[in-house]
């Protein structure tokens, strides 16, 4: 699984990664081992300021890191699709999600090109084969 800097996941700046810096987060590691649980994302919520929503949506866009390929421009396409929990893209159809996330790109231009359709593939059959690491 690919680290990344807080800072990197997509929606976090350098004002809510201090926050969560503060909250003794600063990877993407981090935040999956401290927003595993309701309760681990309450207290994490609590000493970082930020939302209950807003630590899970982030941590949901970290768990989709685990995917291979997949980084902070596709998790935000991902998520325009509808995608936004590696449980989620483990009953997604391939095809179909593809031709989603590629006609969403067009409209919204969230990345500079779109995955192909044996790369969602891919990513499909990891979903559903990686071990589960955020409870809802």
């Known amino acids: 699984m690919a680290n ?5 996941v997509e929606g976090i700046g350098p004002v809510i990664g201090a926050k969560l810096r503060d909250a003794g987060v600063s990877n993407t590691d981090q935040l999956l081992a401290n927003a595993k649980t309701p309760a681990q994302r309450q207290a994490l919520s609590e000493a970082s300021g930020l939302s209950e929503d807003r630590v899970l949506k982030f941590a949901n866009m970290c768990d989709l890191y685990r995917i291979g390929g997949v ?24 095809e179909n999600l ?3 996330m590629a006609k969403l790109n067009q409209e919204m231009d969230l990345t500079r090109h779109v995955p192909l359709e044996s790369q969602v593939t891919r990513w499909v059959e990891q979903a559903k084969i990686l071990p589960r690491m955020l409870e809802y």
């Open 98 to 100: 593809s031709k989603r």
């Open 71 to 94: 980084g902070s421009e596709f998790a935000e396409l991902l998520e325009a699709a509808g995608v936004d929990t590696v449980p989620e893209l483990a009953q997604r159809n391939a």
């Open 4 to 8: 990344y800097k807080i800072e990197d």
